[in-house]
């Protein structure tokens, strides 16, 4: 082989690991950022649900749900789903659409995974949080709730396959390009003589 090819070959393989640690990292702090971002979502939709939470009447602390006024799922083709436990009760009010079969406790880690009808949801649950509702004689409220809401992971596993992909491409047409300007300046500063073994 030749001293161009294997200067060229050289730094070919430089620019591919750098390439290649320049994806991981990206690929890391994207997945990461958009963790980060759904939390939030998750934790301000959580609330939501928490707020439309109301007292029956004044004679008892009985609560019921309203979801008329629910905000639309993160994802249309897979819609969010959520859990209410009113501390004191075994019983949760679910979402309409919860898989049947699934089994979520109150007492689930703060934030979770799981996997279901092949598509994969990211969770998580506040609890101790204060019915926001009044009772109509104004007493303060006395139960607290703990709630589990979820959504799919789909759009961020296309965020990072998009983000991986655009890195690739765009390495790929760099290392190509920074080749053909070696080979051209290889060619212009060293004599032909001295580019052969």
Request: charge should be positive; hydrophobic fraction near 40%; charged fraction near 20%.
């Amino acid at each position: 082989m030749s001293l161009k090819r294997r200067l060229i070959l050289i730094c070919v393989l430089c620019q591919v690991s750098f390439l290649l640690a320049f994806l991981s990292i990206g690929i890391y702090y994207t997945r990461k950022r958009m963790l980060t971002a759904l939390d939030l979502s998750l934790q301000g939709r959580a609330m939501s649900v928490a707020s439309l939470m109301r007292y029956e009447n004044s004679e008892n602390e009985n609560l019921s749900f309203d979801n008329s006024l629910m905000p639309p799922s993160i994802e249309p083709d897979h819609p969010d789903i959520y859990a209410v436990w009113v501390k004191g009760s075994e019983n949760p009010i679910r979402s309409e659409n919860w898989p049947p079969g699934l089994e979520i406790s109150s007492t689930q880690r703060h934030h979770f995974d799981f996997k279901w009808g092949g598509v994969r949801y990211h969770g998580l649950r506040i609890s101790e949080i204060p019915v926001l509702d009044r009772r109509p004689d104004s007493s303060p409220p006395t139960k607290t709730l703990t709630i589990i809401y979820a959504a799919p992971k789909n759009r961020l596993y296309k965020q990072m396959r998009n983000t991986g992909i655009v890195g690739a491409g765009l390495g790929l047409v760099l290392i190509c390009l920074t080749a053909a300007l070696l080979n051209w300046a290889i060619d212009r500063a060293l004599p032909p003589s001295s580019v052969v073994v």
